[in-house]
């Protein structure tokens, strides 16, 4: 566990979660505030409120959705982006939106501060779960694709398997790469997110091991491609206790009008 009076590696000043970030310190010349909080409760989403771990997610504005246009989800398809869950729950809303096109253009802006701060708030988080006797989760990926776990320990010299016994990890993923990267990391667990064009690649992950997940439409076959679909929608972290397998979601918000093939149909599956 890193302790309070442990300092990162790096030279910035700043020790965010330790009480050193100045909320006024917001950058006027690009147009973001410093938010109190990166990290969201996972109760105010339908699905991850279903976990059976208390868990924390951090969600930024998905594709280009920043000052900048930069694709902070590199492999995005049409259909994803469309349908993205930016667009369902509480991200429908503009107030929402805009916090976390916010939370972008201060991660666009500024990499290193919001590395430190979002190190900050794991590392809080998880010692408050140490004294409880708890163990909690982070989804840092809620609504992105980036590879915060090389972030954190580059940034903060936070290496997250040195918070195993309080928190595991768990994202999904459209690169190949970081599934085979991190196939075997004690406390971070990935699962591939299937899209209308990269239909063969989701069955390379299958092959490789991992877990794939597929939106579906009327409902969830048994099996698609000889591989066991099982319920995504009961609960967010089923990837850490299931290995190998389809998590079949079911189409919802814009997804249900996907015309791309992003939704795959349940009973004459691709
Ligand atoms: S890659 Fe994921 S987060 Fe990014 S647009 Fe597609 S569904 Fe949304």
């Known amino acids: 566990m890193i302790s309070k009076t442990q300092k990162p590696k790096n030279t910035r ?3 965010p979660g330790f009480g050193s970030i100045n909320q006024q310190q917001n950058n006027m010349e690009h147009k973001y505030k410093i938010p109190k909080n990166l ?8 699905k991850t409120s279903k976990n059976s771990l208390k868990t924390f997610i951090l969600y930024l504005a998905p594709h ?23 667009t369902a729950g509480r991200g429908k809303f ?5 916090a976390r096109i916010n939370k972008t253009n201060f991660y666009i802006y500024d990499k290193e ?13 998880t010692n408050k779960a140490k004294k ?3 163990k909690i989760a982070f989804r840092l990926n809620g609504t992105s694709d980036i590879d915060f776990i090389y972030l954190l320990q580059k940034y903060a010299s936070l ?4 918070l195993k016994e309080n928190a595991v990890f768990y994202d999904y993923t459209k690169i190949l790469g970081k599934i085979r990267k991190y196939k075997d990391h004690l406390n971070y667990h990935l699962t591939f997110s299937r899209a209308e064009d990269n239909n063969s690649v989701s069955i390379a992950a299958l092959n490789d091991g991992a877990n794939v997940s597929i939106v579906f439409r009327d409902g969830l076959p048994r099996y698609w491609r000889g591989y066991k679909v099982i319920d995504g929608d009961t609960s967010d972290i089923l990837m850490i206790y299931n290995k190998n397998v389809v998590l079949g979601l079911k189409a919802k918000g814009d997804a249900k009008k996907d015309k791309t093939g992003f939704v795959v149909d349940a009973v004459n599956p691709i």
């Open 159 to 162: 290496n997250i398997e040195d």
């Open 13 to 15: 000043a700043h020790w």
């Open 94 to 98: 503009s107030n929402v939106q805009n």
């Open 132 to 134: 409880n006797n708890e």
């Open 64 to 86: 280009k959705q920043n000052d900048k246009q930069i694709n902070i989800c590199p492999m995005a398809s049409k259909g994803c982006a469309t349908a993205c869950l930016f």
């Open 113 to 125: 501060l919001f590395i430190l701060k979002l190190a900050g708030e794991i590392i809080k988080e």
């Open 39 to 46: 990290l969201s409760k996972g109760n105010t989403n339908a």
